[in-house]
C-alpha cells in the first residue's frame, strides 16, 4: 500500500511534468541591425599581426607588445574593484537563477511532527473530556504549480537570461578595463616625455638666460632682450610644473584602476617607438553581433523581456497547484511505524482569475512595452558600436597624416632654431627671431607627442570597439551568445 501510493504519486508527478510543455512565449526575432553594411572611410590596411586574425580574438598580449604595459593588464585584472564588482553580480545573477529554476521541481520535505491535545467532552466520543497524542512522519509537497501554460518556465527562462545578460556585461567590463589601463598608460608616458623635453628647455633656457645676463652687463644685450630671455625661462619652468602635476594625476589615475600599487615593472618605451601596440583590421559591421559582448548583453536583456511576455500572458489562464503528504500516523510514538498506521493526503487547488482589477492586462502591457523598451535598448547599442569604430577608423586615417606632418614640421621648426642661431651669433638676427624660434620649437615637439599619444589611443579604441581584449592570448576561441533554451530564434 505504501509503495503503491509511493509509485501513483511519482507517476502524477510526471504526468504533470509532461503536460506543462507549453508556452506562451512569442516567437522571438532578432530585430535587423539598424547600421549599413560597411563602415564609412573605412580605407586602412591590417598589419601582419592582424591580419591573421579579428580583433575580438586578438590576445591583448599580442595587440599590447610593451611589456610594461602587460604587467599592468594583468595586475588591474587580478586587483581591479569594478571588475570585481561585476564578476560578484554574476554570482547574485546565477543565484537568483538558481532560485527561479527550482520552482519548476517539487518541493518534497521529510516531516515529523507530535500533538498532545485534550478535547472537551462534547466533542469526546465517550462524553468524557479525553486528552490524547497524535504523531505523525512521512513526506510532504507543497503547493507544487502544476505550469500547465509555462508561467514558471517562462519565469525561469527570463533569469536564465537576465544571469547570461550580466556574464556578458563582465566581459565588457573587462574589455571597457583593459582599454582604460592603456589609455591611462598611454597619457602618463606622454606627460613623462612632455616633461622631458620641458626639462631640457628650461636647462637651455637657463642658460642662455646667464648668458643674455653677461651680455647686458657688457652692454651687447638690452633690456629688452634679456627680459625677453627671462620669459621664455619662467614660460619652461611653468609648463614643467603643469606636465609633473599631470603626470602625478595619470599615475594616480593609473593606480586606482590596477588597484594597487606596482613597483618593479619593465622598463618604459618612449611612444615613438613602433612595439607599443599593434594594428588590427576592421571587419564588417555584422561582425560586431558576435564580437561585442554589449550587443549580446543588450539581446540577453531582449530574450529576457520576451519570456516575460510568456509569463504574463499565463497569468490569465487557471493555475493548479498540488499539496501532497504520505507517510504514517499514530497515537503512540512507538507504534509510529507499525502495521496500519500508513496515511496520506492529496490536495490539488485551481485558481481562476476572473476579476483583478485590469492587473494581469496591465502586467501584459507593461511586460510589451518593457520588450519594446529592450528593443530600443539593443538597436541603440549596435549603432553606438558602429560609431565607435567608424569614429576610431576615420582617426587611424587622419592622425597618421597628422603624426606625419607634425614630425616634418618639428624637423623644420629644428632647422630654423638651428639657423637662427647661427644668425644670432653672426649678429645678423635679433634675439627676438631667436626667441620666438625656441618658443616654436618646444610647442612643436609637444604637439608631436600628444599627436603620437593620439594615435596610439585611437588605435586602442579601435580595438576596444572591435571587442577585443576579452582572450590574453591569440587562438582562444570566444564565448558564443548562448541562447535561452526553449526560446525560439529566426
Not at 91 to 118: C, K, Q
Not at 161 to 179: F, G, M, P
Request: aromatic share 6%; hydrophobic share 40%; net charge neutral.
Amino acid at each position: 500500500m505504501f509503495k503503491f501510493s509511493i509509485h501513483r504519486l511519482g507517476t502524477a508527478m510526471l504526468a504533470a511534468g509532461m503536460l506543462s510543455a507549453c508556452s506562451l512565449n512569442p516567437t522571438y526575432e532578432r530585430p535587423a541591425a539598424p547600421v549599413g553594411a560597411v563602415y564609412p572611410d573605412a580605407t586602412g590596411t591590417a598589419s601582419a599581426i592582424g591580419a591573421n586574425g579579428e580583433a575580438a580574438t586578438l590576445g591583448w598580449r599580442e595587440f599590447f607588445p610593451d611589456r610594461r604595459l602587460q604587467a599592468l593588464i594583468a595586475a588591474a585584472l587580478d586587483n581591479n574593484r569594478d571588475l570585481r564588482t561585476a564578476a560578484l553580480r554574476i554570482e547574485e545573477a546565477r543565484a537568483s537563477y538558481n532560485i527561479t529554476r527550482a520552482d519548476r521541481l517539487p518541493n518534497v520535505n521529510a516531516t515529523a511532527s507530535g500533538t498532545r491535545e485534550r478535547l472537551p467532552s462534547i466533542e469526546s466520543p465517550t462524553g468524557r473530556p479525553f486528552t490524547g497524542n497524535i504523531y505523525q512522519a512521512g513526506l510532504g509537497l507543497s503547493a507544487f504549480e502544476l505550469d500547465f501554460f509555462g508561467r514558471v518556465r517562462s519565469l525561469s527562462q527570463s533569469a536564465l537570461a537576465s544571469y547570461l545578460a550580466t556574464e556578458e556585461a563582465r566581459q565588457a567590463a573587462q574589455i571597457s578595463l583593459i582599454s582604460q589601463v592603456a589609455d591611462a598608460y598611454l597619457a602618463e608616458r606622454s606627460f613623462a616625455e612632455q616633461q622631458e623635453i620641458a626639462q631640457q628647455t628650461l636647462d637651455s633656457r637657463e642658460s642662455n638666460f646667464k648668458l643674455a645676463q653677461k651680455r647686458f652687463e657688457v652692454g651687447a644685450d638690452s633690456s629688452l632682450d634679456l627680459n625677453l630671455s627671462n620669459t621664455l625661462v619662467q614660460s619652461a619652468r611653468a609648463s614643467l610644473a603643469t606636465l609633473k602635476r599631470q603626470r602625478s594625476q595619470a599615475n594616480n589615475a593609473l593606480t586606482l584602476l590596477i588597484g594597487k600599487q606596482i613597483d618593479d615593472l619593465p622598463p618604459a618605451q618612449t611612444l615613438s617607438d613602433e612595439n607599443i601596440i599593434a594594428d588590427i583590421p576592421a571587419g564588417l559591421p555584422s561582425d560586431l553581433l558576435i564580437r561585442r559582448p554589449d550587443i549580446r548583453s543588450a539581446e540577453q536583456q531582449l530574450l529576457a523581456s520576451n519570456a516575460n511576455i510568456g509569463a504574463a500572458r499565463a497569468a490569465f489562464f487557471p493555475r493548479i497547484s498540488l499539496t501532497a503528504a504520505l507517510g504514517s500516523a499514530s497515537t503512540t510514538l512507538g507504534g509510529l511505524f507499525d502495521s496500519g498506521t500508513g496515511a496520506w493526503s492529496f490536495s490539488p487547488q485551481l485558481s481562476l482569475p476572473i476579476f483583478d482589477g485590469g492587473r494581469n492586462r496591465a502586467n501584459l502591457t507593461l511586460a510589451q512595452v518593457r520588450k519594446n523598451l529592450a528593443v530600443a535598448n539593443y538597436e541603440k547599442t549596435i549603432q553606438t558600436a558602429f560609431r565607435e569604430v567608424a569614429d576610431a577608423l576615420v582617426g587611424r586615417e587622419t592622425l597618421n597624416d597628422q603624426v606625419l606632418a607634425q614630425e616634418e614640421f618639428v624637423k623644420a621648426t629644428q632647422q630654423r632654431v638651428d639657423l637662427t642661431e647661427m644668425r644670432y651669433k653672426n649678429g645678423i638676427a635679433s634675439s627676438l627671431d631667436r626667441l620666438d624660434a625656441q618658443r616654436e620649437l618646444f610647442g612643436a615637439q609637444q604637439a608631436l607627442i600628444q599627436a603620437r599619444q593620439l594615435r596610439l589611443t585611437n588605435t586602442v579604441d579601435l580595438y576596444r570597439s572591435l571587442g577585443g581584449g576579452l582572450n590574453e592570448t591569440t587562438g582562444t576561441a570566444l564565448p558564443p551568445a548562448a541562447p535561452v533554451p526553449g526560446i525560439a530564434t529566426k
